[in-house]
T-cell receptor, first 112, second 117 residues
């Protein structure tokens, strides 16, 4: 039972354009969502998060949108840079618990 | 401030052996969680420790165990290793302010790559 899904295994975007990564969840008890970036053989690096009381959070080039009714969140990166090429994981958690439930990841490639 | 550190970074064991992995959280962080990453199953939660107590456990067999020390450092142990235990084992720490705020972010270490032959 995959509670967090990232349906696109890969995404290719031209440098300078917008990258949009999507994530769906099924458990309505999740109330906090995070995006991590990961390079091979390294640990995930925290990018940005959003609480279920908000529908948008921005941090520099990164914006996360949350649509609770659709149980969908997305990460926008603009403008995309070559250094953004990595695997991006969406994760979700419930109040009072530290357990993160991860999606399968999306490999983002930024082309010059 | 130093990040989460994990030792060793790489480990090769044979089936049937046991292994202990170590994690030092970010200074001041009180919660430590462990995750397993494999190509087939992705990133999966193993367990979480806070104040030397295991608070939550994922769906893994009893061969997987852990503990946390009074300085918040944590170890995880896998006994009777199987080929399928080959994975990247990740440790994450979070501050966990009073009450365990849901918004406490987990920060990950570089992981330990375990290969079972």
């Amino acid at each position: 039972d995959q509670q967090v899904k990232q349906n696109s295994p890969s995404l290719s975007v031209q440098e300078g354009r917008i990258s949009i990564l999507n994530c769906d969840y099924t458990n309505s008890m999740f109330d906090y969502f995070l995006w991590y970036k990961k390079y091979p053989a390294e640990g995930p690096t925290f990018l940005i998060s959003i609480s279920s009381i908000k529908d948008k959070n921005e941090d520099g080039r990164f914006t996360v949108f949350l649509n609770k009714s659709a149980k969908h969140l997305s990460l926008h990166i603009v403008p995309s840079q070559p250094g953004d090429s990595a695997v991006y994981f969406c994760a979700a958690k419930r109040s009072g618990a530290q357990k993160l439930v991860f999606g399968q990841g999306t490999r983002l490639t930024i082309n010059p | 401030k130093a990040g989460v550190t994990q030792t060793p970074r790489y480990l090769i064991k044979t089936r049937g052996q046991q292994v202990t992995l170590s994690c030092s959280p970010i200074s001041g962080h009180r919660s430590v969680s462990w995750y397993q990453q494999t190509p087939g199953q992705g990133l999966q939660f193993l367990f979480e420790y806070f104040s030397e107590t295991q608070r939550n456990k994922g769906n893994f067999p009893g061969r997987f165990s852990g503990r946390q020390f009074s300085n918040s450092r944590s170890e995880m142990n896998v006994s009777t290793l199987e080929l399928g235990d080959s994975a990247l084992y990740l440790c994450a720490s979070s501050l966990l302010s009073s009450g365990g705020a849901s918004t406490d972010t987990q920060y990950f270490g570089p992981g330990t790559r375990l290969t079972v032959l």
